[in-house]
């Protein structure tokens, strides 16, 4: 995700310097969406670890 996220970022930025609205949109766009994606991966592995967690507080 890190190296994905800086290619978008780069790729944001240099649409930024062309001026042209409809690849900022597009540009901008991919990046929030990257970014919910990777939220959204986020949660999911913290959704998993939580329950593995809660067990070893009750067993110990």
Do not use: C, N
């Not at 991966?41 to 670890?49: A, C, P």
């Amino acid at each position: 995700f890190p190296l994905a996220e800086k290619f978008i970022k780069q790729l944001f930025l240099e649409t930024l310097k062309g001026k042209d609205s409809k690849l900022i949109r597009i540009a901008a766009e991919t990046l929030f969406e990257h970014r919910r994606l990777h939220i959204a991966h986020v949660r999911k592995i913290l959704k998993r670890i939580d329950p593995i967690q809660s067990q070893r507080k009750e067993l110990s």
